[in-house]
């Protein structure tokens, strides 16, 4: 089995060189291919680029075969990779560059024009890669700008800085329930137990085809490589405009997984399915979120032969439960049980067990949980601590992930899901930071008092509402805050609806009432369906 990332390709290109790895759009990628393109990369790094063990490689690309190089290269060559959701604005992209330090970053052309103001202040920046046609630097660039076909690094002259399992290999970038996104660190051994462990319970063997239609800074969405690559199968890379043109790439491409959040099922149960699918499509999994019980019973009726797996996962580990398709109809609502090789736990505050159907924190150990918050001690603190029931007779603490959602256990060991305790809003299967929209719209001018609030929605999961207070001497106004907040901001992030107040509540700390908040505005979202 692979210990490290970068050996899950490579060592699926030893075993069939000539099998499909990548497809995109009309172009076709064998496993020998992208096995001498990631050594390629790895030997440039480190050669003509001089990036150190460790040092961090950023990526701001849709999904194509040159992001797939650029993260497992960066693997391969004993540095960190970076995705960045390319939906992203240039303030949150420079954000992320910032916060950890990246030396090179990999992008467009067109992308890197975006940018341009913002990579003044990436002091750390030594490098921009650019693909497509070519972009200069402005003059008083303090890095230096490649195109990506002139890199031309070769196995023959790769030196890898040498890492081992537990060392880190990549940063994902994840809300919080306040500020800015954080980084979490993954080391090899998170992401290939991960990887292991998925294709596992979904039974991946080379003769998988999967869809990749979710970012790749999604860890969920990373997975679909990750799972593939262990397993030898395919992925096709796919940005769409229109929920449509998946069941056309589905079909097309007889893809056999299909990875998805609940909003986009709920679009495509809308669609006619084509009747051919369950010829060839054998699982489609859901994580981001719960799906829907109305949704997946149009998801079952319309695939009669494909088994669903639903999932839970948090970014801090990867993956924690699934529910086997055996199980759907026994336990309706269920999240299921641990996935292979690591432990889930149910515990009140003090770290003791709860008793059956008793609600309690959802608590993830073992070999999937990752390394912490990037440069965020205290962070870390909070969500990663002592596993519950360690033996006394360990000197070194185990840590766990403290998930922060309220979960119950059934008798027979089923999980299900009860609700969030911070203030984190799960919208189109995004975790979004309330301050993060509160922050824009205050930087507007347009807003004396604002808080973000997530109300329940048949699709979304949750609809982002922004409730404020217009600023002194204007009028509640949409138009503009909105304007404002879609310019900053990417579209899952944009307020499905501002509800306008005099005056926000407060509670006895002088923090917004969000329970308050969140209790009315569903009362009156109820009252307006009736």
């Known amino acids: 089995m692979s210990e490290l990332l970068f050996e899950l390709p490579l060592r699926a290109a030893d075993r069939a060189p000539h099998a499909r790895a990548l497809a995109h759009k009309d172009t076709v990628v064998d496993y020998a291919s ?31 075969p ?50 341009a103001d913002e990579l003044r202040s990436c002091t750390d920046l030594r490098h921009l890669v650019v693909t497509g046609k070519e972009a200069g630097a402005p003059a008083s660039a303090h890095y230096a700008v490649h ?18 399992d537990t060392d880190m290999v990549s940063i994902f970038y994840t809300s919080g329930s306040t500020g800015r996104p954080k980084g979490v660190v993954l080391s090899h051994r998170n992401m290939v137990t991960g990887a292991h462990s998925v294709a596992s319970y979904l039974g991946n ?18 997975s679909q490589l990750s799972t593939a690559f262990h397993a030898g199968a395919s992925v096709t890379l796919m940005d769409y405009l229109l929920a449509r043109d998946i069941l056309t790439a589905l079909s097309r491409d007889r893809i056999t997984g299909f990875a998805g ?20 499509l054998r699982y489609i999994t859901n994580s981001g979120g719960a799906m829907p019980g109305a949704t997946l019973q149009k998801l079952r009726s319309a695939l009669p032969r494909t088994q669903v797996f639903l999932m839970y996962g948090l970014t801090e580990a990867f993956r924690s439960t699934y529910l086997p398709p055996s199980e759907i109809d026994k336990r ?4 299921g049980k641990a996935i292979p090789n690591a432990e889930i736990m149910v515990v009140r505050p003090d770290g003791s067990a709860c008793a059956p159907d008793e609600p309690g924190e959802l608590v993830h150990r073992g070999s ?62 995004y975790r979004v930071s309330p301050s993060e929209i509160e922050e824009v719209a205050f930087a507007s001018g347009l807003v004396a008092d604002a808080a973000a609030i997530g109300v329940p929605h048949p699709t979304l999961g949750q609809a982002v509402v922004l409730i404020a207070a217009p600023a002194d001497g204007r009028g509640p106004d949409d138009g503009p805050l909105l304007d404002a907040i879609r310019k900053e901001l ?41």
Not at 35 to 64: Q, S
Not at 157 to 162: A, G, M
Not at 262 to 278: C, D, G, R, S, V
């Open 490 to 530: 990417p579209a899952f992030m944009v307020p499905a609806r501002i509800e306008w107040r005099e005056g926000l509540p407060r509670n006895p700390n002088g923090k917004y009432d969000r329970a308050g908040l969140t209790t009315a505005l569903k009362e009156l979202f109820m009252a307006a369906s009736k």
């Open 368 to 429: 999937l949980v990752s390394l912490g918050y990037w440069n965020d001690p205290d962070k870390t603190a909070e969500r990663f601590k002592p596993s519950p029931g360690q033996d006394k007779g360990l000197v070194l603490t185990e840590l766990a992930v403290w998930s922060g959602d309220t979960v119950r256990k059934d008798e027979d060991g089923f999980l299900y899901f009860v609700g969030r305790r911070d203030e984190m809003i799960k919208t189109s299967g």
């Open 147 to 164: 195109r990506w076909l002139d890199l031309t690094g070769s196995a023959e002259n790769l030196k890898p800085h040498r890492v081992i």
């Open 332 to 335: 309706p609502g269920s999240m």
């Open 34 to 64: 992208l096995a001498r393109a990631i050594d390629g990369f790895a030997a440039t790094a480190t050669g003509a680029l001089g990036v150190g063990k460790l040092e961090r490689i950023a990526v701001y690309l849709p999904k194509v």
């Open 66 to 115: 040159e992001t797939v190089v650029t993260m497992f290269g960066a693997a391969r060559a004993g540095c960190v990779f970076v995705p960045v959701n390319p939906l992203l604005k240039p303030a949150q992209v420079g954000h992320i560059l910032r916060d950890c330090n990246v030396c090179t970053l990999v992008t467009s052309g067109e992308r890197a024009a975006t940018l």
């Open 205 to 222: 063997s080379a003769d998988d085809r999967l869809l990749a239609v979710l970012p790749f800074s999604f860890d969920y969405g990373f």
């Open 261 to 280: 959040v609940p909003p986009l099922w709920a679009q495509l149960t809308e669609l006619k399915w084509p009747e051919t699918i369950t010829e060839h």
